[in-house]
C-alpha cells in the first residue's frame, strides 16, 4: 500500500500563485509515476499533470500548461505542483495520484483525500 498526503490548499486571489504538496509513504518503490487530478462543483474529476516517480519526465493538461509546473523530490518522496496565473476556473478539490504514467485515473491505484483550491475573481 501507499499512502497520499496532500497539503498547501488554500484561497488565492486571481492571477496568484499556490504551492500543493503530496508526500508518498509505504511502498512507493511500486509507484512509477505521480500526478494531480482536480474536480469542480459538478464536474467530473479531471488530469492536471503527471510525473515519473524515478526521472524528469512529466506532462500537463492543456489547460494548465505554461501556468502550472510538477516536480519530485525523490529524495522525499514529495510531489509538488507550483500554480501561477491561477483563475477562477482553476478552483477545485485537487487530488495527487500514485500508480503508472498516464491521464487517466484508471492508470493509478492510490490516492490523498484531496485539498482544497479556491481562486477568487
Known amino acids: 500500500q501507499v499512502q497520499l498526503v496532500e497539503s498547501g490548499g488554500g484561497l488565492v486571489q486571481a492571477g496568484g500563485s499556490l504551492r500543493l504538496s503530496c508526500t508518498a509513504s509505504?511502498?512507493?518503490?511500486?509507484?512509477?509515476?505521480m500526478g494531480w487530478f482536480r474536480q469542480a462543483p459538478g464536474k467530473e474529476r479531471e488530469f492536471v499533470a503527471t510525473h515519473t516517480r524515478n526521472g524528469s519526465t512529466s506532462a500537463y493538461a492543456g489547460s494548465v500548461r505554461g501556468r502550472f509546473s510538477i516536480s519530485m523530490d525523490i529524495a522525499k518522496n514529495t510531489l509538488y505542483l507550483q500554480m501561477n496565473s491561477l483563475k477562477p476556473e482553476d478552483t477545485a478539490i485537487y487530488y495527487c495520484?500514485?500508480?503508472?504514467?498516464?491521464?487517466?485515473?484508471?492508470?493509478?491505484?492510490?490516492w490523498g483525500q484531496g485539498t482544497q483550491v479556491t481562486v477568487s475573481s
Open positions: 509505504g511502498r512507493t518503490f511500486s509507484v512509477y509515476a
Open positions: 495520484a500514485a500508480g503508472s504514467w498516464g491521464a487517466s485515473e484508471e492508470k493509478y491505484d492510490y
